[in-house]
Each structure stands twice: as structure tokens, then as C-alpha cells.
């Protein structure tokens, strides 16, 4: 189901204005687990030998934002979390934003270590702390692990809000859980308060929030974690598949990058599931580079259908495109069935690992951006970033039929599903037969911006909060 609430002004001072709510949620101490205690007790040793502070009265509208990605590792892999959290922090809706990140305990320990020289500080919450530090917005980023480009709040929007990063060590499940609600419960006393959740391992928190009044709920259902091939292990897939549930059953909304992730989390009694699905960056048209190739870019695993990449290689060995290349750029992180073939192919180059602004620019000098996914229930479950920046750079799509080019109109991407048809898409993008369509590229871009995405998102919020007043 979709949900219709009412609108909301969210750049507005009171856009969540509530009563000031009162905490019914006592911390609750959680065992430690056998196979995690030696370095859980070890962080919490080095926590006590450093020192630990309250963490202090958060001001009114106060977001938490869970995410996966840790905003301290230097990443240049542009994510869906970080796109929105940048534009959550410019957007002037809130008055203070943490950023909670997850650390093993061994990288707990070495960062507690270097708390003196580094002058952040361990702060207590209840019976749990973590690790805080302020972000400053011409400082390091909150989303260092690849947002894209900063929206339209303005400065002294961005200046007035205070962005806090917490690590902790707390391994995901009941621990996890139970450090995120006291966290959030303290957050809530002060003012109305919106917990954001985009790692389903975490979800486990929305279990552990009743009689926290003044809170608004919402999980970020994008990707089914545990289709992908790079989500292993039985206890993390548990938790994946656990933390699903928990959000269905107990967050106030679940946004959904595509329409498949939408109807499973409706199915699992989600109350309110809405669509909400990438989006672009600044439109920034390209031009095309002298020595004409198509172009692939992200992370290369089972989902990357090697058929179809060989059909294109050789299609561009024919007489009529010589001097052509199909570039791939990426990680390799598990090779597919036929990988070697492909990488020793003469009419393909490969590029390896590009950071975000290089990898736009390589996007943006092709003469198409050529998607040969798989179709399976997990690349439906993915909203291709990579094919939101080809049509903001102006440049066609050619994918399989796997979101977003599955739902697009032709003008902005060719979809064939077999090797004969995908490689004669392509060339038809090489010959410049879709240029005519660059235009509507563009203005569609315009339209699907990722400060979009966050206005809707929080007007879904505020409305969810006018229906709960009494």
C-alpha cells in the first residue's frame, strides 16, 4: 500500500512542533554474548580508562539517523543514505542531527585510544556510551561515504544545525538495540524527535520504543539485503531478515527505494509504505569524449550478466565501430560466471575503482551507460544510482529490466533483456540514434533531484505526526 498523508511545510520553524514528550522507556542492561564478550569488555575497559560524559540535552526536532555507512572511512562510493542525509541537514527541518554509526569493537578500541589526540569525547547514554564528535559543515562530512552534491538549504539553515556523529561498539541484535533506544529516549525528552533507520541489522530498535512519546519512526527499505550475494553468513542474514520484520511491524513509515521493496514491506504489515526512489545529483550535462565508448560503473559481482557485456564487445569488434570500447569501472568483488573472457576481450577496457566525481565524469563523457544486470528479485529490489547520473549528465541508458530504466519511458533508456537485443541497443547509442531524447534526459533529471526526494520524504513524516495528534 501507499500511503497519503497530509502535507506538511518542512522548512518550517514549527513543521514538527509538539508538546514536550515524556520519557517512559527505562535503559535495560543486556548480557553479553560469548562470542563478542572479549572485545565488548575490552572497549568498555579502554571506555572507563579515558573517561565517559552525559551526552547532554539534545535541542527540539531532532533527527537520529542510523546509518550502515560509516561516515569516518574515507569511502567515495556514492549511497542512498548518504544522499539523504546530506539533504536532511541542509534542509533546516531540524535543529540538531546525529549520525550513528556502528564499529566493531576492535575498531571501538583503537578509536577510544586516540580519543586524547583527536579531542572528541565518550559519552554515556543510561548504562550504555559511545564515541561523539562534532561534524561541522566545512568540516568532515556526515556523509563523507559518498553523498552527492549539497542541496538547497541555505547557509544559516545548515550553520544552525548541529550535527553530532556517535560510534559505538554494540554488536547488532539486542545490544545494538538496546544502546539505540535509550539513545533515542533521551533525544525525545527534549523535543519532537524522528528516528531514521537504514540498516535493516539495527531494526531491531523499533521492538523497543513504546511509551517514548514525541517520536516518529521510519525505516529505509532500499535493496533486499538479504538476496545479495555479498551479504553472507547466518547470523547476519538473520538479522537482516529479522530487522525486516521488526521495521514492518513497528515503524511509522517505511520508504522504499523500488516498488518491489514497497509491496514486501506491505506484505510484512508495514502501516505505511511509500515509494520514494533515487534520484540525481545537480543536472550537469556532459559532452561526449573524443574516442567514443560505453560505459559501465559500480560494483562488479554475480549480478553483472557477462553475456550481455560480451554481446556488446562484440558487436564494437565489428568493422563498423572499431576504435570503440565498452569500459568497465569498479571494484571486482566476486567475479562472474565468464569474467576472464570478458576482461580479455580486445574491444573492452577495464578502468577499475573510480572516486564519485571521476566516476560522474566517466558517466558523463559515454556515449551510453550500458546496465547488463541480471533480472532477478534482487536487482528489482535496486534503484541504479549509476543510471540516475547518466540522465543527469544527458546520456542514454541501456538496461535490462531492473529499476529504474524498467520503469522509465523510452526517451530516457532502451530495456532488452537478451544478449542480440542488448548489444544492438547499445549500438544504437554508440551511433547517436538516441540523441534526439537528450533533452527529456535532462529535464526529467531536473525533476528527480535528491533534495526532492527529502522534501517528500519529510512531508510524509510531518504528515504521519498530524495524524497521531489528538
Not at 505505511?272 to 533515487?278: I, K, Q, R
Not at 530504466?405 to 544492438?424: N, Q, R
Not at 547499445?426 to 533529471?445: K, N, P, T, V, Y
Request: proline residues 8%; hydrophobic residues 45%; contains cysteine.
Amino acid at each position: 500500500m501507499t500511503a497519503t498523508t497530509p502535507g506538511g511545510d518542512p522548512t518550517h520553524p514549527n513543521w514538527f512542533a509538539a508538546e514536550r514528550p515524556t520519557r517512559n522507556l527505562s535503559a535495560q542492561a543486556v548480557a553479553f554474548v560469548a562470542s563478542r564478550g572479549v572485545l565488548v569488555a575490552s572497549t568498555i575497559l579502554v571506555a572507563h580508562a579515558v573517561g565517559i560524559s552525559d551526552y547532554g540535552v539534545l535541542p527540539d526536532r531532532s533527527l537520529i539517523f542510523v546509518s550502515p555507512h560509516r561516515a569516518r572511512s574515507g569511502s567515495d562510493i556514492p549511497t542512498r543514505p548518504a544522499a539523504l542525509l546530506r539533504q536532511f541537514i541542509d534542509s533546516g527541518a531540524f535543529d540538531a542531527v546525529t549520525v550513528v554509526n556502528r564499529l566493531r569493537p576492535d575498531l571501538a578500541v583503537r578509536a577510544m585510544a586516540a580519543i586524547p589526540r583527536r579531542g572528541e569525547r565518550l559519552t554515556r547514554f543510561g548504562p550504555w556510551f559511545g564515541l561523539a564528535a562534532p561534524l561541522k559543515p566545512d568540516g568532515p562530512d556526515p556523509a563523507a561515504d559518498g553523498a552527492n552534491e549539497r542541496g538547497t538549504g541555505t547557509a544559516a539553515s545548515v550553520a544552525r544545525t548541529r550535527v553530532t556523529l556517535v560510534e559505538h561498539p554494540w554488536p547488532y541484535g539486542a545490544m545494538e538495540s538496546g544502546f539505540l533506544a535509550r539513545l533515542v529516549a533521551e533525544a525525545a525528552t527534549s523535543g519532537p524527535t524522528v528516528l531514521w533507520v537504514a540498516d535493516p541489522k539495527s531494526a531491531r530498535v523499533f521492538e523497543r520504543l513504546d511509551g517514548v512519546s514525541g517520536l516518529v519512526t521510519a525505516f529505509d527499505a532500499y535493496d533486499a539485503w538479504d538476496l545479495s550475494p555479498l551479504v553472507r553468513g547466518r547470523r547476519r542474514l538473520d538479522a537482516v531478515r529479522r530487522g525486516y520484520s521488526a521495521a514492518a511491524k513497528g515503524a511509522d513509515v517505511v520508504f522504499a527505494n523500488t516498488r518491489l521493496m514497497r509491496d514486501r514491506l506491505s506484505a510484512m504489515g508495514a502501516r505505511h509504505a511509500v515509494l520514494l526512489p533515487n534520484a540525481c545529483a545537480d543536472v550537469s550535462p556532459g559532452a561526449p569524449a573524443a574516442e567514443p565508448y560505453l560505459a559501465y560503473v559500480g560494483r562488479i559481482h554475480e549480478r553483472f550478466d557477462v553475456r550481455l557485456a560480451l554481446a556488446v564487445a562484440d558487436a564494437l569488434a565489428g568493422a563498423a565501430h572499431q576504435g570503440a570500447t565498452l569500459r568497465i569501472a569498479g571494484p571486482v568483488e566476486r567475479e562472474p560466471a565468464g569474467w576472464a573472457a570478458l576482461a580479455g576481450h580486445s574491444s573492452v577496457r577495464m578502468v577499475g575503482p573510480l572516486p564519485a566525481a571521476q566516476a560522474r565524469a566517466f558517466v558523463a563523457g559515454a556515449r551510453a551507460l550500458v546496465v547488463p544486470h541480471t533480472a532477478d528479485d534482487y536487482t528489482r529490489s535496486q534503484d541504479a544510482m549509476k543510471a540516475w547520473d547518466a540522465i543527469a549528465a544527458g546520456v542514454p541508458v541501456v538496461s535490462t529490466s531492473v529499476p529504474p530504466a524498467d520503469g522509465w519511458p523510452p526517451d530516457l533508456a532502451v530495456v532488452a533483456d537478451d544478449p542480440v537485443g542488448f548489444a544492438a541497443a547499445a549500438m544504437e547509442a554508440l551511433d547517436g540514434h538516441l540523441d534526439g531524447s537528450r533533452q527529456a534526459r535532462l529535464e526529467h533529471a531536473a525533476a528527480n533531484r535528491w533534495q526532492d526526494r527529502a522534501r517528500t520524504a519529510l512531508e510524509v513524516l510531518a504528515g504521519v505526526r498530524a495524524e497521531a495528534a489528538p
